[in-house]
């Protein structure tokens, strides 16, 4: 078997930001309620709110300290494996990136410190003030991120001089057309996360009737945030996908399975498309409903795959059902906040034991809903590096070979294996121990002289003897 | 730009943050070398609280200045990491593993053999790999048409694994230095007996890849034997350094060892510095023809002056709070 450098360096990029992106994901938004919570403590002084506050800066602090840790090898992969890439794009992209590590150490050295370990040792205010700011510096990340991203899919103000590309207009390249859609996307989706991982969590403290004050309060929190979120994120989707109609109608014909143009495109629910054919195998549809939905009239003229040559065609299997399943736990979310309206007039959102099972069960569903827009995002740009302007075969380090390419995929996959069971299994442990009795917390964390870091901010132990909270 | 010239001020804070990410991130990853030698299990507890602290802050200098590299000199980046492909997965998996294990291994009880071993483990293939870095950066590239076009293994030769190896015992030195400065008793009297034969290792091994340097590379050996010149200065303020070092270890001074062992590197840093200026990409290409475009420099020059001094003063302010001693049996657990 040939081993193709390309091919395996996609998948190596593939599965390394992947893994990296459902750490940031979930920080975004649970910093955001993080300083809610500690806005919530500075008005009414509800003790309530501060041990949540405290229990979920915990969890922020592992999720956070493993986002950084798989965060550092994404850095070097633009050179290891995209060496041509690289090249052409760092007059635009090496700013950038490099103004998102400029934030995060900003925000790091400035205000995570303090939000950690600041309580009690700084005035309330100021401690809620770091909060913010850790918040709004999260997004300041992503705005870069993001940024750079989407102009590799809309690229705008730059000029491409013997392979290398000029920034013309910063301005025009940092806000590039579908940047936008895509940050409003991702924020939204980070919110969404956030917001279904503490519905989750409290659901399940609620099962074992552990602090159900505190509890309660939290998952009403979250249950009108996902009843407003939730169907905002379809709408905001949608204006994405109209934006990414008008920039890159081949990924939107693969989401939809659309192969001829015409007017009257079905909105496909199931189908098997056949690459090779250039047709889909099988499908079931719901008439004129992807012609309304993209182009607002149901005889709107659709552009199909058929006016793309085949190797300029995105993997239409993997676009289109990757696409199907984030709609899919879109309308989950959906549903799941319009049944937590439904309870919560009767009273009852926080004892209905099958309400709080589900909610339990859909703390993975965000993360892959995430995954799965990226994956759509992603492989509907193939061929496309930058799109339009360099492909992926251009683009990739000329001296790779298949075997180097094999033994660092197979390499970051042991090794993130590793780390990411450590941390789930870490992090699985400090939510069971939960959230501290009031008169612990007084005196909890009053050592001066302890290392400034994410990870110590929380005291569980990794493993002991006994177990103490199972039960 | 004719009043500066972006490109020296970028080289100028790239050569500073490697500078710093190697004082800094060379004490720590020392300590990881030296520790399956350790004399007991106290010892070890003390030298990892000893670094605790500060290990992820000196990390930082080493994504700054990475990142510094794709926005400032992006041939640098896309030249050096294909080439040393395997060398840079080793030295990030070292990397990671070792910064796991400095938050788990605190935590564990049953399990803290195994974050020991991934601590050692992590923090000898990183030094090594870094080592080879600077080996593979003076024997040089082979580039054609601004991109890398050599092998997989081209990196390792003979004379990459002794500086490699030259890395690690360095770092190790670093590592025994400063923990005669933040420790005290029968752990501080371990470190006072192994820094002299590290210091005679460090000299050995520098010693003869000063020596070799020259063979490898027919531009340095021009710059050092052409003429005499005034460079001569750096190799002789390094000896000078190895030598306080020796004579501080004899008068059981604290601080001295560790400062004299930053002049070894400091030194050394500057004596290769200008072996090789202004060449950046060895054999061919110099600073100037590694550069991005002078407004993408000019664009994150803006961020990188404004958040450097952050940097600095929250790294010197994490110092200043843990300074003294580490006792046994204390810092976090």
């Known amino acids: 078997m040939e081993l193709d450098p390309l091919v395996l360096s996609r998948m190596q990029f593939a599965f ?109 205010g100021v401690h809620l003030f770091a909060a913010i700011m850790v918040a709004i510096g999260t997004f300041i990340s992503s705005f870069w991120i993001l940024s750079a991203n989407s102009w590799m899919h809309t690229p705008a103000g730059v000029e491409l001089i013997d392979y290398r590309f000029h920034v013309v207009s910063w301005t025009e390249a940092i806000f590039n057309p579908s940047f936008p859609y895509r940050f409003a996307h991702m924020a939204m989706a980070s919110f969404l996360t956030g917001g279904f991982v503490v519905a989750g969590v409290s659901a399940w403290f609620l099962l074992r009737g552990r602090d159900p004050e505190a509890n309660r309060r939290a998952l009403s929190m979250c249950l009108w945030l996902l009843l407003f979120l939730a169907p905002a994120q379809a709408v905001v989707g949608d204006f994405h996908g109209l934006n990414t109609l008008e920039h890159q109608p081949a990924k939107v014909a693969a989401m939809e399975g659309h192969w001829e143009t015409s007017g009257n495109v079905p909105l496909l629910l199931f189908a098997i498309p056949d690459q090779e054919a250039q047709t889909n195998r099988f499908e079931i549809g719901i008439p004129n409903l992807a012609s309304l939905i993209l182009t607002h009239s149901t005889d709107g003229v659709i552009q199909g795959l058929n006016e793309f040559a085949p190797e300029e065609q995105p993997p239409v299997w993997i676009v289109f059902w990757a696409f199907r399943v984030m709609v899919g736990i879109g309308l989950l979310m959906i549903a799941t906040a319009l049944i937590g309206l439904l309870l919560r007039r009767k009273g009852k959102f926080h004892q209905h034991t099958g309400f709080l099972k589900t909610l339990v069960y859909m703390i993975p569903m965000p993360f892959v809903a995430v995954l799965a827009g990226w994956i759509v995002t992603e492989s509907g740009r193939a061929p496309w590096l930058v799109y339009g302007m360099m492909t992926h075969a251009e683009g990739v380090t000329p001296s790779l070979t298949g075997p180097m390419a094999l033994f660092t995929l197979v390499g970051y996959a042991l090794v993130y294996v590793v780390v990411f069971y450590a941390g789930i299994y870490y992090l699985t442990r400090v939510v069971r121990n939960g959230m501290l009795p009031n008169e612990e917390r007084e005196t909890a964390g009053d050592n001066f002289r302890r290392p400034m870091r994410p990870l110590s901010a929380t005291e569980t132990p990794f493993d002991d003897d006994v177990d103490p909270v199972r039960n | 730009m004719e009043m ?312 010197a302010w994490t110092y200043w709070v843990f300074r003294g001693k580490v006792r046994v049996g204390e810092g976090y657990h």
């Open chain 1, 16 to 124: 390394v930001v992947s893994f990296h992106a459902i750490f940031p994901v979930f920080t975004i938004g649970l910093a955001s309620y993080i300083a809610l919570l500690h806005g919530l403590f500075f008005k009414t002084n509800n003790p309530a709110w501060d041990r949540l506050a405290l229990f979920w800066t915990k969890v922020f602090a592992v999720v956070f300290g493993m986002g950084v840790v798989s965060g550092i090898v994404m850095s070097f992969q633009f050179g290891t494996n995209w060496s041509n890439f690289s090249q052409a794009a760092s007059n635009f992209l090496g700013p950038v990136l490099s103004y998102e590590v400029v934030t995060a150490f900003f925000l790091e050295a400035a205000f995570l410190g303090v939000l950690l370990f600041g309580r009690g040792k700084v005035p309330q």
């Open chain 2, 4 to 315: 500066f010239d972006l490109t020296i001020i970028w080289a100028g804070i790239i050569g500073f943050g490697l500078m710093m990410y190697v004082l800094m991130d060379g004490f720590d990853l020392g300590l990881g070398i030296l520790y399956p030698f350790a004399p007991d299990e106290d010892a070890r507890d003390v030298m990892m609280n000893s670094v605790a602290p500060v290990w992820d802050g000196n990390e930082t200098w080493l994504v700054l200045a990475g990142a510094g590299l794709l926005g400032a000199f992006p041939l640098v980046y896309s030249v050096f990491l294909p080439a040393l492909y395997i060398g840079v997965f080793l030295m990030l998996a070292g990397l990671i593993f070792r910064g796991v294990a400095f938050e788990f291994r605190f935590k564990s009880r049953r399990n803290r053999r195994w974050w020991n071993r991934a601590f050692c483990w992590g923090s000898g293939v990183a030094a090594f790999a870094q080592g080879a870095v600077v080996g593979a950066y003076i024997q040089g590239f082979h580039v054609e048409n601004f991109a890398f076009a050599g092998g997989a293994f081209d990196w390792l030769t003979p004379f990459s694994v002794l500086t490699g190896f030259g890395l690690m015992a360095g770092y190790a030195l670093l590592g025994a230095t400063w923990l005669i400065l933040k420790s005290e008793g029968h752990i501080q009297e371990w470190a006072y007996k192994v820094t002299p034969l590290l210091l005679a290792l460090v000299l050995g091994v520098f010693g003869i890849i000063s020596i070799w340097t020259p063979f490898v590379n027919p531009v340095v050996w021009e710059r050092w034997f052409g003429h005499l010149q005034l460079i001569w200065i750096f190799p002789a303020l390094a000896l000078l350094s190895a030598f306080m070092v020796y004579r501080s270890v004899k008068r059981r001074d604290e601080g001295i060892p560790f400062v004299a062992t930053i002049g070894i590197y400091v030194f050394t840093y500057l004596g290769l510095i200008v072996s090789k200026w202004p060449v950046i990409v060895p054999p061919n290409y110099t600073l100037w023809d590694a550069a991005s475009a002078p407004e993408s420099q000019l664009f994150l020059l803006i961020g990188v002056l404004f958040v450097i001094p952050i940097i600095l003063t929250y790294t």
